[in-house]
């Protein structure tokens, strides 16, 4: 197992432990790896936030020849025990 697998399970735990109901993230449109990170931990694409990037940072964030211009928002939802 991954550190980062570690620590979100990590995180998941403590939310669910405080009767957390849900989880949400945000990552780059061009961020590939993290999209498939998180959707194989269950969460799925609630949204997306328009030029997030673009208007909040100066310099542009390029990955993989992509230029990173909006936020998808991603949402793990919680079973109560």
């Known amino acids: 197992t991954g550190l ?3 620590l979100l399970g990590h995180a998941i735990g403590l939310a669910e432990s405080s009767g957390g109901r849900v989880i949400d993230v945000g990552t780059g449109n061009s961020s590939f790896g993290a999209l ?37 928002r991603l949402r793990l939802v919680l079973t109560p025990e």
């Open 36 to 72: 498939r990170f998180y959707q194989r931990a269950g969460f799925r694409i609630v949204g997306v936030e328009p030029d997030f990037f673009t208007n909040n940072y100066a310099e542009p964030i390029v990955e993989d020849g992509i230029r990173c211009v909006d936020m998808v």
């Open 4 to 6: 980062g697998r570690r």
